[in-house]
Nanobody
Framework: QVQLVESGGGWVQAGGSLRLSCAAS????????RGWFRQAPGKEREFVAA????????YYADSVKGRFTISRDNARNTVYLQMNALVPEDTAVYYC???????????????WGQGTQVTVSS
């Protein structure tokens, strides 16, 4: 069983930055991809970013390209999401997930964290 724990969420003013972390424990698959998703109140969960196991391939939603950067440190079993130039529309609960890349991009992962709240005020 894989446990994913997100941290780093909080409140920030528009234009600010936050860095989210997703630490994995338990039976982790170092060859799996990991992704970030978010769900705003009243909206469906949406894909934000994904990274393959080596960190050589990354994917982003159009809404965050150029502002967010996903990275990973396999020695620490941790994936990060650096979020810059935040806007109020980025307000959501952010979740990380792990699985094969195809399932991460599709949002059909078997392993999910509990989420961390990000609030961006105008």
């Amino acid at each position: 069983q894989v446990q994913l724990v997100e941290s780093g969420g909080g409140w920030v003013q528009a234009g600010g930055s936050l860095r989210l972390s997703c630490a994995a424990s338990g039976r982790t698959f170092s060859t799996y991809a990991r992704g970030w998703f978010r769900q705003a109140p009243g909206k469906e969960r949406e894909f934000v970013a994904a990274i393959n196991w080596s960190g050589s391939s990354t994917y982003y939603a159009d809404s965050v390209k150029g502002r967010f950067t996903i990275s990973r440190d396999n020695a620490r079993n941790t994936v990060y999401l650096q979020m810059n130039a935040l806007v109020p529309e980025d307000t959501a609960v952010y979740y990380c997930a792990e699985d094969r890349m195809s399932r991460v991009v599709a949002g059909t992962c078997d392993y999910w964290g509990q989420g961390t709240q990000v609030t961006v005020s105008s």
